[in-house]
């Protein structure tokens, strides 16, 4: 695999997920319970290969470069796509200039403070779920920019509502209920 042929999705979820993904694996290979897991990164570290400092990098964070991730994946009898999470990883960018060229900056903001608001204050809410809505939400916004600030909190409550399965359903058209 070359690094042109392997795409991370995107590199903020893989930056979340890599690190749990990782540990996971390597809790089950080494033999480590959840809560007792000291010394799991100098094993990593002697599996692989590489330095103690760069698996505390990958734990904390850091996504490996294309020829680490190859290597953690087949020591870890894996792929990388689902190392960095590839698996379920919200469509879409999330870089703030591209989402800028998209929707107005006044209106991303009141989008993504909307959404801010809104994870604070829900329960029973999973991180992928939130970032499907958000996820779509953006979406509908960048389609119709025009939306008014009423229409896009309708719409945001309405995806978060209807959960991950649903999500896709809700249209600007919605009425709030």
């Known amino acids: 695999m070359s ?26 290979e080494h033999g480590y319970s959840e809560g007792e897991h000291y010394g799991v990164n100098k094993d990593i570290a002697d599996r692989l290969g590489v330095s103690r400092s760069a698996v505390t990098r990958w734990l904390n964070g850091s ?15 894996t792929t990388p796509d ?5 698996d379920n990883a919200p469509p879409g960018k999330f870089d703030f200039g591209i989402l800028e060229s998209n ?12 959404m801010s608001e809104l994870r604070a204050s829900a329960k029973n809410l999973t991180d992928e779920w939130f970032a499907e809505a958000t996820v779509r939400l953006l979406e509908r916004v960048s389609e119709n920019p025009d939306m008014s600030r009423h229409e896009i909190m309708g719409l ?3 995806l978060l509502r209807n959960g991950p399965d649903q999500a896709g359903s809700a249209s600007a058209d919605t009425p709030e209920r």
Request: glycine share 4%; aromatic share 10%; proline share 7%.
């Open 3 to 28: 690094d042109e042929s392997f795409q991370v999705t995107n590199r903020e979820w893989a930056k979340r997920e890599f690190p749990k993904r990782l540990l996971r694996l390597a809790i089950e």
């Open 63 to 77: 996504v490996p470069g294309i020829e680490n991730l190859l290597a953690i994946a087949k020591a870890y009898k």
């Open 82 to 86: 689902y190392l960095v999470g590839n």
């Open 103 to 114: 929707i107005p900056r006044p209106l991303l903001l009141h989008v993504l403070t909307v």
């Open 156 to 158: 945001a409550y309405e």
